[in-house]
C-alpha cells in the first residue's frame, strides 16, 4: 500500500503530509517518538521542495517496503525543481557571536539526524528525497 | 490541521521571568509570533524568558533558527533563555541546531520556575 499526495506549493501544506505520515505510523503502530521524528523529517522535505520546486507542486508517497534488513516506512518527496547536490549543501551555519545556528540549510541535515535512512536522487527537473524509518527499531 | 493551529500566551512573572505558552506548528511565522511576543515581554522589564511548547509537536527548521535568533538577543542583554515541556523530537531538533547547548532545557513548567528564579535571585 502507497499513499500518494499531489500537493500545490501552498503555505502549510507540509502538514497534510505530516498528517498522512502519523496516520500510517499509528497504523503500523510505531512509538510515538519515531511518528513525531517521521514527521518533523516529512515537512522539512517538503519545505525544501516548496524552496526549490516548481509551482506545479509536488508528490508525497508514504508506504512501507520489506527487506532483508527488516520492515520500513518509507516516504518519498519528488519535486522537479531544479535539483541540487546533496553533498554541496551546508550542513547549518554558525552565528558569528555563540556559535549557534541562525541561518537556513538544516532540513537535510535534521532529516538525516532523524531517520534511519535517507537517500536523494536529484537532477534538474527531479528530485526525490527518499526517507525510511525502521518499524518495530529502536527509537 | 486545527490542532496545529499555534496558540500564544504571554505573562510577566515576578523576578522577571517571562513566561511564553506556545502549543501548535510553529513555522517561520509562528517563530516570528513568538519572537513578537517575547520583545514585548523584553521591553517591560523581562530579563529570563520561559518558552513552554506543550501542545507542541511539530517546530521546522526556520522556526528554531528564528528562536537562535531570539537567543542571540537575550545573550547580548546577559538574559536567560529556557524550554520546558518538549517532546522528544523537538528536544532533538534543538541539538542538532545548537539552541540546546545555549538555552536550558526542563521537563515541567514548575521545574523550570523554580530553577529561574533560583538563577536569577540566587540568595
Same mark, same amino acid.
Given at each position: 500500500?502507497?499513499?500518494?499526495?499531489?500537493?500545490?506549493?501552498?503555505?502549510?501544506?507540509?502538514?497534510?503530509?505530516?498528517?498522512?505520515? =502519523?496516520?500510517?505510523?499509528?497504523?503500523?503502530?510505531?512509538?510515538?517518538?519515531?511518528?513525531?521524528?517521521?514527521s518533523?523529517?516529512?515537512?522539512?522535505?517538503?519545505?525544501?521542495?516548496?524552496?526549490?520546486?516548481?509551482?506545479?507542486?509536488?508528490?508525497?508517497?508514504?508506504?512501507?517496503?520489506?527487506? &532483508?534488513?527488516?520492515?520500513?516506512?518509507?516516504?518519498?518527496?519528488?519535486?522537479?525543481?531544479? &535539483?541540487?547536490?546533496?553533498?554541496?549543501?551546508?550542513?547549518?551555519?554558525?552565528?558569528?557571536?555563540?556559535?549557534?545556528?541562525?541561518?537556513?540549510?538544516?532540513?537535510?541535515?535534521?532529516?538525516?539526524?532523524?531517520?534511519?535512512?535517507?537517500?536523494? =536522487?536529484?537532477?534538474? &527537473?527531479?528530485?526525490?528525497?527518499?526517507?525510511?524509518?525502521?518499524?518495530?527499531?529502536?527509537? | 490541521?486545527?490542532?496545529?493551529?499555534?496558540?500564544?500566551?504571554?505573562?510577566?512573572?515576578?523576578?522577571?521571568?517571562?513566561?511564553?505558552?506556545?502549543?501548535?506548528?510553529?513555522?517561520?511565522?509562528?517563530?516570528?509570533?513568538?519572537?513578537?511576543?517575547?520583545?514585548?515581554?523584553?521591553?517591560?522589564?523581562?530579563?529570563?524568558?520561559l518558552?513552554?511548547?506543550?501542545?507542541?509537536?511539530?517546530?521546522?527548521?526556520?522556526?528554531?533558527?528564528?528562536?537562535?535568533?531570539?537567543?542571540?538577543?537575550?545573550?547580548e542583554?546577559?538574559?536567560?533563555?529556557?524550554?520546558?515541556?518538549?517532546?522528544?523530537?523537538i528536544?532533538?531538533?534543538?541539538?542538532?541546531?545548537?539552541?540546546?547547548?545555549?538555552?536550558?532545557?526542563?521537563?515541567d513548567?514548575?521545574e523550570?520556575?523554580?530553577?529561574l528564579?533560583?538563577?536569577?535571585?540566587?540568595?
Amino acid at each position: 500500500m502507497t499513499l500518494t499526495l499531489n500537493l500545490p506549493a501552498v503555505p502549510e501544506v507540509e502538514l497534510v503530509a505530516a498528517k498522512a505520515v =502519523e496516520l500510517v505510523g499509528r497504523d503500523l503502530q510505531l512509538a510515538s517518538t519515531s511518528i513525531e521524528s517521521v514527521s518533523v523529517a516529512t515537512v522539512e522535505a517538503c519545505l525544501n521542495a516548496i524552496e526549490h520546486g516548481n509551482q506545479s507542486g509536488f508528490t508525497v508517497r508514504v508506504g512501507t517496503q520489506d527487506d &532483508g534488513e527488516g520492515r520500513w516506512l518509507v516516504i518519498e518527496v519528488e519535486d522537479h525543481g531544479v &535539483g541540487f547536490d546533496p553533498d554541496a549543501v551546508p550542513a547549518g551555519g554558525k552565528s558569528r557571536k555563540h556559535g549557534s545556528a541562525s541561518n537556513r540549510g538544516w532540513g537535510l541535515k535534521l532529516i538525516r539526524d532523524l531517520m534511519d535512512d535517507v537517500q536523494v =536522487e536529484s537532477r534538474p &527537473g527531479l528530485t526525490i528525497v527518499r526517507m525510511r524509518k525502521r518499524i518495530g527499531g529502536a527509537e | 490541521m486545527n490542532d496545529e493551529q499555534l496558540k500564544l500566551s504571554s505573562e510577566l512573572m515576578a523576578g522577571g521571568v517571562g513566561l511564553v505558552a506556545a502549543s501548535g506548528y510553529i513555522n517561520n511565522e509562528g517563530g516570528q509570533a513568538i519572537a513578537d511576543v517575547i520583545n514585548g515581554l523584553l521591553k517591560q522589564g523581562a530579563t529570563a524568558l520561559l518558552i513552554d511548547l506543550k501542545g507542541t509537536r511539530i517546530i521546522n527548521s526556520i522556526g528554531v533558527s528564528i528562536l537562535l535568533e531570539v537567543l542571540e538577543k537575550l545573550m547580548e542583554r546577559n538574559g536567560r533563555l529556557a524550554f520546558c515541556n518538549l517532546t522528544p523530537t523537538i528536544a532533538r531538533t534543538f541539538e542538532i541546531m545548537g539552541l540546546a547547548e545555549y538555552a536550558s532545557i526542563y521537563s515541567d513548567r514548575t521545574e523550570a520556575l523554580e530553577e529561574l528564579a533560583r538563577l536569577t535571585h540566587p540568595d
